[in-house]
């Protein structure tokens, strides 16, 4: 009985979480549901930021899946701008003539590596999300939860590398501060992935003495 029930929980549990949720008037269907997005970023680490990211991805049709899956998009927008501009930084600093040391130089190229994955890593999260299925959710949203960590952890490495290293302050600064700007849009994306994660975790435990 007690498989039966936890069965039967998982599959309410993915009704709701795939199922959009009804709108009672065209006033509220012309905009996102402030109130599911607010109260879904209120713990997040940027929940300013968090709010302005889902308000700009969603659509109308928002279920808590779509809120992960949007904060990963736009983790996944920043990132790849931010692999772009070091492969950018990296290149111009190993022209001819450019006074950059060796050391600096291996730190940016560390830093293209580390954030490459990153956006490799974050795809690999969204694709999951976009591929839940009931009998593999707790495995397919530990994928995520990782691939989403390592991504947030490869950005603080990127910048204590260059740290270490004997760059031009300018440079450090600058890396820094882009770094630090795709790092807030993983942090929150990971916050709303572990949340799918306990909410799932929740429901089959709710009636598990009877």
Known sequence: MMQTHNSLTLHAFFMILFMSPTFP????????PQDLIRSSCAQARYPTLCVQTLTNQVGLTTKPLDLAQASVKASITHTLTLSVYLKKTLKS???AGSTTTSRTRVALRDCVTQISDSVLQLNQTLNELKHLRMGTFEWQMSNA?????????NGNSCING??????????????????TDASMFISNALYLINRLGESMNQKPHSNSNN
């Open 93 to 95: 600093n190993m022209v």
């Open 162 to 179: 260059l740290n270490r290293s004997d760059a031009e302050k300018k440079v450090k600064l600058e890396v820094k501060r882009k770094v």
């Open 25 to 32: 008037s065209s006033a509220t269907a012309a905009r996102p």
């Open 145 to 153: 939860q990782t691939w989403a960590s390592t991504a947030f952890t």
